[in-house]
């Protein structure tokens, strides 16, 4: 357990200054980090409002704060505010030659760097194709894009216009893609020939034509890259070429459209623990507050430097953090095609040490995956320019955070949130106060957020050292979701209903606190896992599996690995046990359905094994057992077991595990 690995480990400071000892090292306090916290709580509105001023206003808002709905909330009512103004416009009189986007690629090996001035014109440009396409303002535009610098432009585009867009990530398959077509029915779809992917092209536009199939909403047209990796066959009148659009608008000056700051400005799908991802919707004037305030205060990027965060714009990170904040916040953001290995393990301090990376934002497992490499790699770049790492989406376990602050000499900081909060619930705001990091802990609630750790049963709060599930008391701070798209019951009845007695959003994750104040995150309390930073619904990949038809029924859980934090495990009944009758029928079946969930919803969500047993254990109300299998799987024991149905069946999975 992380808490207990921390509070075991002796006192000591590691050669990043890395903090083993008290609160916040020898000699420091943490009332300052506490009193601006504090202050969020007790005065949002006046702390709120000062934020406010960290990003333009066309209009100034009448209202900070109208929480007479809650769990809605509304942030900056009646302000008028644009995404794309405060990433890019805002910044042309003063950095207009500066790096605005540095797209680099190790895959097809090209580097390009945007100023100021030259993203504002191509993203005119894009904003001028939407328009001539028919996107509007509330339009959905769904963008199913490899890591290129359209991709950015296309979400600028966006937010710049008034459109509504959904990144849909491109490891998704056909399946996944097709359900988040028919949720946001999107006027528009932007997508590419292709990316690349540890040196192999992945064609996109095939699984686009796939999941148009599946879906059921059909969009007005579809925007497409041509990067020339794969051929393409386009759809007469409904397929357009981006470079033939962008040649035709090359001049286009499309004005901003003034938002009110509770319009939305996208959604993002995230699985929960139904088949059916959820599209997390985010309003305009609250998020850049959000953003704004969350790179002075936590991440200290200045206007002029560059961020370099190596996650995906299909993810919240890449939305926040490799588009919005780190341009609203004048710096340079790179935009990374490409993976930690290639064209070898020193690749990410290549690109830190070329374009001077103050900020950089990685997930553990890349760390993990650097760590099996030669400990040279980390010592060939000057990296001198690099300030902090940030580490975020899974546990950091203590080893990884230790092996990467000592080898890089600069802070490493955990920080804990969700696709649904946008920025971090916990974490440490060096911006206020250098309190020092604490391995295993993503550090202590940030400002805004009214974190408690709630006793499952009672709703009570529990103490130091106990464990709770981690909640956030309404009104949720500016950035966090607003509602599920176009369902707020759903947002109520998922993260507002869980705790007993009280109105309080659920994160579904478990966690403690120690007596000096530090946080700790100890796995999920539902069926959502996390493989390699990966969020995925335990669900969404049994419904795939189930699609085949030799499934009868079938269970998946996440089993604790040591490079991806989790992989997934299925266990399958079939509805003719003869299919598995030999060993030769089983590796054909397990591939077969592997192949699946590869072509449905893709890779990054393929068991790593399908075992096949007669039955699965269940509940005597007919609830599969999933923790108890998750146990057995990590050799841990099965726990309570007195409302099992028939305890034969844990027996089966103990022997496929062990290979009988
Ligand atoms: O379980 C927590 C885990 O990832 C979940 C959120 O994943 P996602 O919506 O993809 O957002 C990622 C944003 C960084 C959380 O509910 N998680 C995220 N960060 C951490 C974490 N678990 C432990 N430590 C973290 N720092």
């Known amino acids: 357990m992380a808490a207990a690995n921390a509070q075991a480990a002796g006192q000591g400071q590691s050669a990043s200054g890395q903090s083993e000892a008290g609160p916040s090292g020898p000699g420091q306090s943490r009332a300052t980090l506490e009193a601006f916290h504090r202050r969020s709580l007790e005065d949002r509105e006046g702390f709120w409002a000062e934020q406010a001023a960290l990003i333009d206003w066309h209009q100034p808002f009448e209202r900070v704060l109208d929480d007479s709905r809650l769990p809605f909330v509304r942030w900056f009512v009646g302000g008028q505010t644009n995404l794309c103004h405060n990433a890019v416009d805002r910044h042309l009189a003063a950095q207009g030659d500066s790096p605005a986007l540095i797209w680099v690629s190790t895959e097809v090996d090209a580097e390009r760097i945007y100023s100021y001035r030259e993203l504002h014109r191509e993203v005119n440009r894009m904003a001028a194709a939407m328009q001539e396409l028919g996107v509007g303002r509330g339009d959905r535009v769904l963008i199913y894009m490899p890591m290129i610098a359209e991709a950015v432009f296309a979400m600028l585009a966006c937010a710049r216009i008034g459109a509504i867009h959904s990144v849909v990530f491109g490891g998704f398959a056909a399946h996944s893609l097709a359900s988040r077509i028919d949720d946001a029915e999107p006027k528009l779809i932007v997508s590419a020939d292709a990316g690349s992917r540890n040196g192999k092209v992945i064609a996109y536009k095939p699984l686009l034509d796939e999941a148009l199939e599946l879906a059921g909403a059909s969009p007005h047209a579809v925007l497409l890259v041509d990067r020339g990796l794969a051929p393409m066959t386009r759809v007469d009148r409904r397929d357009h070429?981006?470079?033939?659009?962008?040649?035709?608008?090359?001049?286009?000056?499309?004005?901003?459209?003034?938002?009110?700051?509770?319009?939305?400005?996208?959604?993002?799908?995230?699985?929960g623990t139904t088949g059916r991802p959820k599209g997390v919707q985010r309003d305009v004037g609250g998020y850049a507050v959000a953003l704004a305030a969350s790179m002075k205060h936590i991440f200290c990027g200045n206007a002029g430097e560059t961020y370099f965060s190596s996650s995906d714009i299909g993810w919240v990170v890449g939305h926040s953090y490799i588009?919005?904040?780190?341009?609203?916040?004048?710096?340079?953001?790179?935009?990374?095609?490409?993976?930690?290995?290639r064209p070898d393990p020193g690749i990410l301090w290549q690109l830190v040490e070329r374009h001077r990376v103050t900020v950089m934002f990685s997930a553990p497992t890349a760390i993990r995956v650097l760590k099996k490499q030669d400990p040279a790699w980390l010592k060939r770049r000057d990296i001198s320019s690099l300030r902090t790492l940030f580490l975020a989406g899974e546990p950091l376990d203590e080893p990884t955070a230790r092996w990467i602050s000592d080898g890089l000499g600069c802070p490493v900081i955990d920080n804990y949130w969700q696709t649904e909060t946008g920025w971090p619930i916990l974490t440490l705001a060096h911006g206020i106060e250098k309190t020092p990091p604490r391995f295993g802990s993503p550090g202590m609630p940030m400002y805004g957020y009214d974190v408690r750790l709630l006793h499952e049963q009672t709703g009570e709060e529990v103490g130091p050292g106990e464990k709770g599930v981690v909640a956030i008391l309404p009104p949720l701070p500016p950035g966090c979701m607003q509602t599920v798209w176009r369902d707020d019951?759903?947002?109520?009845?998922?993260?507002?209903?869980?705790?007993p007695g009280r109105q309080a959003y659920s994160t579904f994750d478990w966690g403690m606190r120690d007596a000096d104040g530090f946080w700790f995150i100890l796995g999920r309390t539902d069926d959502v896992i996390n493989v390699a930073g990966h969020r995925l619904g335990t669900?969404?990949?049994?419904?795939?599996l189930s699609s085949h038809s030799a499934v009868a029924e079938c269970a998946v859980v996440g089993m604790a690995d040591a490079l991806k934090g989790q992989v997934a495990i299925a266990f399958a009944v079939l509805k003719d046990p003869a299919r598995a009758a030999s060993q030769a029928d089983r590796l054909a079946l397990e591939g077969e359905l592997m192949a699946t969930v590869d072509r449905q919803l893709g890779a990054v969500a393929r068991p790593v094994r399908v075992h096949f047993v007669s039955m699965l254990p269940k509940t005597r109300s007919g609830k599969v057992l999933r923790r108890s299998i998750q146990a057995l799987c990590e050799g841990r024991d099965a726990g309570d077991l007195t409302t099992i149905e028939d305890a034969g069946a844990l027996d089966q999975v103990r022997n496929v595990l062990a290979g009988g």
């Open 323 to 341: 588009v919005y904040g780190p341009l609203i916040a004048g710096m340079a953001t790179i935009v990374y095609e490409g993976t930690p290995l």
């Open 489 to 499: 019951e759903r947002f109520l009845n998922t993260y507002f209903a869980s705790i």
């Open 539 to 544: 669900r969404e990949i049994e419904e795939s």
């Open 241 to 271: 070429d981006w470079s033939v659009l962008r040649q035709k608008h090359f001049d286009a000056e499309v004005p901003v459209v003034w938002l009110e700051s509770n319009e939305v400005s996208y959604t993002l799908y995230t699985s």
